[in-house]
């Protein structure tokens, strides 16, 4: 999932 | 990871070392306010619901364990060590945080990328981490001497989010799927930008060598 895959930050 | 990121990480990281250090060395949390590191522990618990089932790396596992571990344990200083709590100044944090919880909550539910559970805590923690400062910015501004590692503390919280941000015109610039983030950058645009009246008596008082103080 690209949107949820996306919560790489801190 | 780019520089700025990682930089980011580190003044956040600094912060929450700072602040511990002022209460665990000078066992005092005079100037802290508490209903802004109340907002911070639940921006972390509302954030990091995945970390135990989504892996992204070693480091923002362990950076997230920090973060969690140092946000409660200031919340146990300043409401049960028996001498900390003492030189918590209740009568001067007076701000309602309920209401910007509240306030973010409905704003995570009508606006955010996609209508699941962990998007919409995750939205709710990117809103109430741009205003979670406001507490401790009316404490501040209410609190005659301020000391150094207050005032440091509170630097560091603003140079974090400052540079989150260049981080994110970097990967804007620099990586392919980095376009849908619109929501972070206007939290993170305002967040940045309420430090910025601090900043300016910040780097004065630095400037001048003089002790810190908010006009009121």
Not at chain 2, 168 to 176: G, M, N
């Amino acid at each position: 999932d690209e949107i949820e895959d996306s919560h790489d930050e801190l | 990871m780019n520089i700025f990121r990682f930089a980011g990480d580190m003044m956040h990281l600094l912060s929450v070392v700072v602040l511990l250090l002022k209460i665990h060395k000078m066992k005092s949390c005079a100037g802290i306010s508490l209903k802004t590191q109340e907002l911070y522990a639940l921006v972390f618990i509302c954030r990091y619901l995945d970390i135990f089932t989504g892996f992204i790396s070693l480091y923002n596992t362990i950076m997230k364990i920090v973060f969690l571990a140092s946000a409660f344990s200031i919340l146990w200083y300043m409401r049960s060590h028996k001498v900390v709590r003492q030189t918590y100044d209740k009568d001067q944090d007076t701000f309602r945080h309920y209401f910007l919880i509240l306030a973010c909550m409905v704003l995570a539910l009508l606006v955010h990328h996609k209508f699941t559970f962990r998007e919409v805590m995750w939205t709710f923690s990117i809103y109430l981490e741009a205003v979670a400062i406001l507490p401790q910015l009316v404490m501040l501004q209410r609190t005659r001497n301020i000391d150094n590692l207050t005032g440091n503390y509170v630097f560091f919280l603003g140079t974090y989010r400052g540079l989150y941000m260049l981080n994110w015109v970097y990967r804007y610039l620099t990586e392919v799927h980095y376009h849908h983030r619109w929501l972070t950058w206007i939290s993170g645009f305002i967040q940045t930008a309420l430090y910025a009246d601090f900043f300016y008596y910040y780097v004065k008082s630095w400037r001048n060598n003089e002790k810190l103080q908010l006009p009121a």
